[in-house]
């Protein structure tokens, strides 16, 4: 029993101290100043891997977008007009049928007539 009053005892005065040194005037801080504090660092680091990965992309790009151009650029030279295909001609007639209804069916001689390319002269240069 004594050590259970004592107990008791103890715990009132630490009950009156802790009272007693309670200030009323404090506030806690803003959680959000605390957030922020945190997710300040957070942000920085993810901001900072988005950047250095959008350079390495864009690096990319650029050379790409290069590589591409050269190899469009030499094969251009190289393009000629195929001079027994008749698609050109066809595609001609089908236009000319679409575009005048009353014009005259001329599809049947359209495997007759001969492909003449117009002047290539562009791409030979």
Not at 32 to 58: K, P, R
Not at 68 to 81: G, P, R
Request: charged fraction near 25%; include cysteine; proline fraction near 6%.
């Amino acid at each position: 029993m004594e050590a259970r009053r004592r107990h008791q005892k103890e715990q009132k005065e630490e009950q009156k101290s802790f009272t007693q040194s309670f200030d009323r005037s404090y506030t806690p801080k803003d959680p959000w100043a605390s957030y922020n504090a945190i997710t300040q660092g957070v942000d920085e680091e993810f901001l900072d891997d988005c950047n250095e990965s959008m350079d390495s992309l864009l690096v990319f790009a650029g050379l790409f977008s290069a590589v591409t151009t050269a190899l469009i650029v030499e094969t251009y030279k190289t393009l000629k007009i195929e001079p027994e295909s008749r698609t050109e001609h066809l595609l001609e007639l089908i236009l000319q049928k679409l575009g005048n209804s009353s014009a005259p069916d001329q599809t049947q001689n359209a495997s007759e007539a001969p492909f003449t390319p117009p002047s290539a002269g562009h791409l030979s240069k």
